[in-house]
């Protein structure tokens, strides 16, 4: 489906029914890397309608010359979200670049927000101010299942992305205009920090600069888990983000009694 805003048109699609679940991808890749992880665990819970999109440049949503700057993006997604889910609270599903995103949403719309999940997400936009591990432990090779899904939910994403628009936007406007980490005073709902031991593209140890602000937080750093850690480490992945959406429902329940 497509979503007509102001200036650009975002191809989106959505599953199922109930409170609303916003899913976003990272850098270069498209809504697939979010649905292949997510859509296994709803088999099971009916109540939640997942939003999935493409952002500009990826996916099928075009990029536009307008677009310089993940301020713009940013912009888009609430514009996107208002547009989608008009005067409804949600959830936030991120992985990588999208949980940047997801940061600047909380900072800019913390009342509709009531949970969020960050899977490896970018915490310092620029790369070289990143705590990188050192990588002295092999990451598992890929079995024949998990390539088929990075090559399903991820390569393929990669391969369509609009290459030309996302190295000028990385760039030169990768990173928000102002520190939204520093901004967010507090967001106290349940949420989920979702980190690699051997990620080497965004690391680990720069997620817990802001643990205080989320006290209603679950950090957990997975052995054997590079930036796919929902493919590399699937089973934990599950329990984890079911045990988040329990959370949840919790918090739902409780406010709503």
Known sequence: MECKLKNSIIYYETY?????????????????????????????????KRIYFDLPGMGKTNAESWIKNSDQMLDICIEFIKRIIPNQRFLIASESYGSYLGRGIIYKEPENVEGALFICPVMKAVQNERILPEINIPIPQLNLKMSKRYKKEIQ?????????????????????????????????????????????????????????????????????????????????FTILVKEWLDRIESSLSNKES
């Open 16 to 48: 199922g029914n109930g409170f609303p679940i916003i899913n976003l991808h990272g850098f270069t890749l498209d809504h697939r890397v979010l649905k292949g992880c997510m859509e296994p665990i709803f088999k099971e819970r009916n109540n939640y």
């Open 156 to 236: 393929a994403g990669i391969d369509i992305a609009n290459n030309d628009f996302l190295d000028k936007l990385a760039k030169k406007g990768y990173p928000f205009s102002s520190n939204v980490d520093e901004k967010i005073k507090r967001f106290d709902k349940p949420s989920l920090f979702l980190l690699g031991r051997q990620d080497s593209t965004v690391g680990y140890q720069d997620a817990w600069d802001i643990i205080e602000k989320y006290p209603r937080a679950t950090y957990a750093i997975l052995d054997q888990a590079s930036h796919n850690l929902q493919i590399e480490q699937e089973q934990t």
